[in-house]
C-alpha cells in the first residue's frame, strides 16, 4: 500500500498548523477531505446559507483539484446542517452546479452546531482515482 500523502492547497494551511489535520488526504486511489465549511481564510462566516455552502463547495474543489481530481471522482458524500429545512433547497440547487449523473451517494444529516458559531452546514468528501 502506498503511503498516505497529504494534500493541502495555498490558503488552507490553517488546517495543519492551527487544527493538525489535512485538509485532504490521498490514500492509494482514494482521496479523504477534511469536513469543509463555508468559513473564510479568516475564519468569518457569513451569516448567508447560500454564501456558506457555495464556499464550502469552492474550498472541496480546490482540495480535489490540488489532487488531480474533480468532483467527477466524488463516490460519497455527506453533508451536516443545522436547521436543514432553511437552505436545503439552495444546498441542492449549488450541489448540482458540481455534481453531474452518475451522482455519488450522498446522505444529508441534521446536527445540533458545528465549532464555529453562524456555520450551517459542512461538507465530507471521499473521491476515487478513477472518475465516475
Do not use: N
Request: aromatic share 8%; with cysteine; net charge negative.
Amino acid at each position: 500500500m502506498t503511503k498516505p500523502r497529504a494534500i493541502t492547497p495555498a490558503g488552507m494551511e490553517g488546517y495543519v498548523d492551527d487544527w493538525h489535520m489535512s485538509p485532504g488526504l490521498m490514500v492509494g486511489d482514494f482521496l479523504f477531505l477534511t469536513g469543509m465549511t463555508g468559513a473564510g481564510p479568516d475564519g468569518i462566516v457569513d451569516p448567508d446559507p447560500e454564501t456558506q455552502i457555495r464556499l464550502a463547495f469552492q474550498r472541496a474543489d480546490a482540495v480535489l483539484q490540488e489532487a488531480g481530481l474533480s468532483f467527477a471522482h466524488v463516490v460519497e458524500m455527506t453533508s451536516y446542517h443545522v436547521g436543514i429545512a432553511s437552505h436545503i433547497d439552495a444546498f441542492r440547487a449549488i450541489r448540482s452546479e458540481y455534481v453531474a449523473a452518475p451522482h455519488p451517494a450522498w446522505t444529508a444529516i441534521e446536527v445540533a452546531g458545528f465549532v464555529t458559531p453562524g456555520t450551517v452546514c459542512e461538507l465530507r468528501i471521499v473521491a476515487h482515482r478513477t472518475p465516475v
